[in-house]
C-alpha cells in the first residue's frame, strides 16, 4: 500500500499532472496571455490526496500526493532540485549549475545572490529529433573515443552497463573490428561525443556539412547533416544562454569557477567533450557531474530530509533573481550567432566581430582543461541494498485500423523504443501504441 508520494518535474509535467493551465508555458509575453485571458497561474507547492488524481477507484484514492514547486512559469522544481542537492547553494565562489534536457534550467550564483533562467534546447539532447536516436537503453551508443585515427564506440548492454563497441571509420563506414554489441541507435551524449571528435579531428572542415553526408557508427547507424544541424541548434541555446547569465550579471567569463552537470545527459556525457563544443563552459576551473538531481529531491522530501516548507522558503528566494531568455535582446544577439556558427558555417572568428559589434565580450579562447569530478556513477543513485524499479508497461495503448497495412513491419523494426505492435483482429489489422513509450514528433521513424 503506498501511502505517500512526492512528485518531481519541469513546468510542463508538473502541470499535466494536476491538470492546470499549460498556455502560458508557451507564451513569454504578458500582453499575449492577456488576450489569450490567462491569469496568473500558482504553481506553489501542492498536496493532494490519490482520489483527487486517480478516482475513488484507485487503490491511491487515499495515498498523500506532494507536488514540488515551481520557481517560476518556466524553471521547474527539477531546477529547485539541481540547487540543494549538489553544493552549489554553499558555495562562495562563481558557480554555475545546469540540469541538461529539452528544457535546460540553470543558476548561476556570484556571492549570496543567485540568477536563474532557461534554454528551450529540444529533443535532441536527449537522442529525439536524430535519425538514429534513441533514449539510453540496451544497444545505444552512449559515448565514442578516438583509437589510431579511427573511433571506438561506446554501446550499452542489457544491464545499462557500457561495453566496448565497433571501432569503425566515420567517414567510410568500414568496420575494423567488429563487436558482439551491435548498436540500435545512439543517444545524445552520443551524438555529442561524435560532434566533438569530427571537429577536433578536422573531419568537419565546415559546418553543417558532413563528408558525404553522414557519420558511420556501424550497423545502418549514422548521423547526417540534419542531425548535426538539429544538435547544432541546441547546443547553442545552452551556450547563448550560459553567455547571457555572466553577461547579465555583470560577471566575467573566467571568473567561473565551479560547473555543475545534472540530469541524465549532464551525468553520462564526456565532461571535456561537451566542453570543447560549448555545451558547458569551457572557461570553468572545475566541472562536476551529479545524477538526477529531481529524484533524488523527491526521495528526500519523502522521507523528511528536507521539510516542505525548507522547499517553499528557497522557491520564493530564488524567484526574485529569474532571467527570461526570451525577453532578453543579449540572448538573442548570441543565439543568432550561434545559429549563424551551427547551420551557415560561420567561422568562430567572424562569431566573435559579431559579438564585439553589439557591444558584447568574446568568446574566451582557453587552453586548460578543466579539473572533472564525477560524484555519481548513476544518474539514478540508490543505497547498495535498494534496488531501483522502474513501472515500464503503464497500460497506455493506442490502437487504430492499420490500412493498406502489408505486415513488412518496418515500423516496428524501426521504432527504437519497441512502442509499436501490428495486431489482427476480426479480420482487420490495427497498429498498436504504447503511447508512454512513443517519442512522437521527435522521433517519426516509424
Same mark, same amino acid.
Given at each position: 500500500?503506498?501511502?505517500?508520494?512526492?512528485?518531481?518535474?519541469?513546468?510542463?509535467?508538473?502541470?499535466?499532472?494536476?491538470?492546470?493551465?499549460?498556455?502560458?508555458?508557451?507564451?513569454?509575453?504578458?500582453?499575449?496571455?492577456?488576450?489569450?485571458?490567462?491569469?496568473?497561474?500558482?504553481?506553489?507547492?501542492?498536496?493532494?490526496?490519490?482520489?483527487?488524481?486517480?478516482?475513488?477507484?484507485?487503490?491511491?484514492?487515499?495515498?498523500?500526493?506532494?507536488?514540488?514547486?515551481?520557481?517560476?512559469?518556466?524553471?521547474?522544481?527539477?531546477?529547485?532540485?539541481?540547487?540543494?542537492?549538489?553544493?552549489?547553494?554553499?558555495?562562495?565562489?562563481?558557480?554555475?549549475?545546469?540540469?541538461?534536457?529539452?528544457?535546460?534550467?540553470?543558476?548561476?550564483?556570484?556571492?549570496?545572490?543567485?540568477?536563474?533562467?532557461?534554454?528551450?534546447?529540444?529533443?535532441?539532447?536527449?537522442?529525439?529529433?536524430?535519425?538514429?536516436?534513441?533514449?539510453?537503453?540496451?544497444?545505444?551508443?552512449?559515448?565514442?573515443?578516438?583509437?589510431?585515427?579511427?573511433?571506438?564506440?561506446?554501446?550499452?548492454?542489457?544491464?545499462?552497463?557500457?561495453?566496448?563497441?565497433?571501432?569503425?571509420?566515420?567517414?567510410?563506414?568500414?568496420?575494423?573490428?567488429?563487436?558482439?554489441?551491435?548498436?540500435?541507435?545512439?543517444?545524445?551524449?552520443?551524438? =555529442?561525443? $561524435?560532434?566533438?571528435?569530427? !571537429? +577536433?579531428?578536422?573531419?568537419? @572542415?565546415?559546418?553543417?556539412?558532413?563528408? *558525404?553526408?553522414? #557519420?558511420?557508427?556501424?550497423?545502418?547507424?549514422?548521423?547526417?547533416?540534419?542531425?548535426?544541424?538539429?544538435?547544432?541548434?541546441?547546443?547553442?541555446?545552452?551556450?547563448?544562454?550560459?553567455?547571457?547569465?555572466?553577461?547579465?550579471?555583470?560577471?566575467?567569463?573566467?571568473?567561473?569557477?565551479?560547473?555543475?552537470?545534472?540530469?541524465?545527459?549532464?551525468?553520462?556525457?564526456?565532461? =571535456?567533450? $561537451?566542453?570543447?563544443?560549448? !555545451? +558547458?563552459?569551457?572557461?570553468? @576551473?572545475?566541472?562536476?557531474?551529479?545524477? *538526477?538531481?529531481? #529524484?533524488?529531491?523527491?526521495?528526500?522530501?519523502?522521507?523528511?530530509?528536507?521539510?516542505?516548507?525548507?522547499?517553499?522558503?528557497?522557491?520564493?528566494?530564488?524567484?526574485?533573481?529569474?532571467?527570461?531568455?526570451?525577453?532578453?535582446?543579449?540572448?538573442?544577439?548570441?543565439?543568432?550567432?550561434?545559429?549563424?556558427?551551427?547551420?551557415?558555417?560561420?567561422?568562430?572568428?567572424?562569431?566573435?566581430?559579431?559579438?564585439?559589434?553589439?557591444?558584447?565580450?568574446?568568446?574566451?579562447?582557453?587552453?586548460?582543461?578543466?579539473?572533472?569530478?564525477?560524484?555519481?556513477?548513476?544518474?539514478?543513485?540508490?543505497?547498495?541494498?535498494?534496488?531501483?524499479?522502474?513501472?515500464?508497461?503503464?497500460?497506455?495503448?493506442?490502437?487504430?485500423?492499420?490500412?493498406?497495412?502489408?505486415?513488412?513491419?518496418?515500423?516496428?523494426?524501426?521504432?527504437?523504443?519497441?512502442?509499436?505492435?501490428?495486431?489482427?483482429?476480426?479480420?482487420?489489422?490495427?497498429?498498436?501504441?504504447?503511447?508512454?513509450?512513443?517519442?512522437?514528433?521527435?522521433?517519426?521513424?516509424?
Amino acid at each position: 500500500l503506498i501511502e505517500k508520494m512526492v512528485v518531481s518535474g519541469n513546468p510542463i509535467q508538473l502541470s499535466l499532472f494536476q491538470d492546470i493551465e499549460i498556455r502560458d508555458l508557451a507564451y513569454a509575453g504578458e500582453n499575449m496571455q492577456r488576450r489569450l485571458g490567462i491569469k496568473h497561474i500558482d504553481r506553489s507547492t501542492k498536496i493532494y490526496f490519490g482520489k483527487d488524481v486517480f478516482g475513488n477507484s484507485s487503490d491511491l484514492k487515499h495515498c498523500k500526493i506532494i507536488v514540488l514547486p515551481a520557481i517560476k512559469h518556466e524553471i521547474g522544481a527539477d531546477a529547485l532540485a539541481m540547487m540543494i542537492k549538489t553544493d552549489f547553494i554553499d558555495q562562495e565562489d562563481v558557480s554555475l549549475v545546469t540540469d541538461y534536457g529539452t528544457n535546460a534550467e540553470m543558476a548561476l550564483k556570484v556571492g549570496k545572490r543567485i540568477i536563474t533562467g532557461s534554454a528551450a534546447a529540444g529533443p535532441s539532447i536527449e537522442g529525439q529529433g536524430i535519425k538514429c536516436g534513441m533514449l539510453a537503453s540496451p544497444g545505444a551508443i552512449s559515448d565514442i573515443n578516438e583509437e589510431n585515427g579511427l573511433w571506438r564506440t561506446t554501446v550499452l548492454d542489457e544491464n545499462m552497463n557500457e561495453v566496448q563497441g565497433h571501432l569503425i571509420n566515420p567517414v567510410t563506414g568500414e568496420i575494423y573490428e567488429m563487436s558482439k554489441f551491435k548498436p540500435k541507435g545512439i543517444t545524445g551524449t552520443g551524438v =555529442i561525443a $561524435a560532434i566533438s571528435l569530427a !571537429l +577536433s579531428m578536422g573531419i568537419i @572542415k565546415e559546418l553543417p556539412k558532413l563528408p *558525404n553526408g553522414k #557519420l558511420h557508427l556501424g550497423n545502418d547507424i549514422w548521423i547526417n547533416d540534419n542531425d548535426l544541424s538539429e544538435a547544432g541548434k541546441a547546443i547553442g541555446a545552452i551556450r547563448a544562454a550560459h553567455l547571457t547569465l555572466f553577461i547579465e550579471s555583470g560577471v566575467k567569463y573566467t571568473d567561473l569557477n565551479n560547473m555543475y552537470m545534472c540530469g541524465a545527459s549532464g551525468t553520462y556525457v564526456d565532461a =571535456i567533450k $561537451a566542453s570543447t563544443i560549448g !555545451l +558547458s563552459p569551457n572557461f570553468s @576551473k572545475k566541472v562536476v557531474q551529479f545524477g *538526477n538531481t529531481s #529524484l533524488a529531491l523527491a526521495r528526500d522530501v519523502l522521507l523528511g530530509v528536507f521539510t516542505l516548507d525548507e522547499i517553499s522558503y528557497l522557491a520564493e528566494k530564488i524567484k526574485a533573481n529569474h532571467l527570461m531568455m526570451a525577453l532578453s535582446e543579449t540572448f538573442k544577439n548570441i543565439y543568432s550567432c550561434e545559429l549563424a556558427y551551427w547551420t551557415e558555417g560561420m567561422p568562430q572568428e567572424m562569431y566573435n566581430t559579431f559579438l564585439e559589434s553589439y557591444e558584447l565580450p568574446k568568446l574566451p579562447n582557453i587552453a586548460y582543461a578543466p579539473i572533472v569530478e564525477r560524484r555519481v556513477l548513476k544518474d539514478i543513485q540508490t543505497k547498495s541494498n535498494e534496488k531501483v524499479m522502474v513501472f515500464d508497461e503503464l497500460d497506455m495503448v493506442i490502437k487504430e485500423e492499420a490500412r493498406g497495412c502489408i505486415r513488412c513491419e518496418t515500423c516496428k523494426i524501426e521504432c527504437p523504443e519497441k512502442a509499436i505492435d501490428v495486431v489482427e483482429s476480426n479480420g482487420k489489422l490495427y497498429a498498436s501504441y504504447k503511447a508512454h513509450k512513443c517519442l512522437g514528433t521527435s522521433c517519426k521513424r516509424c
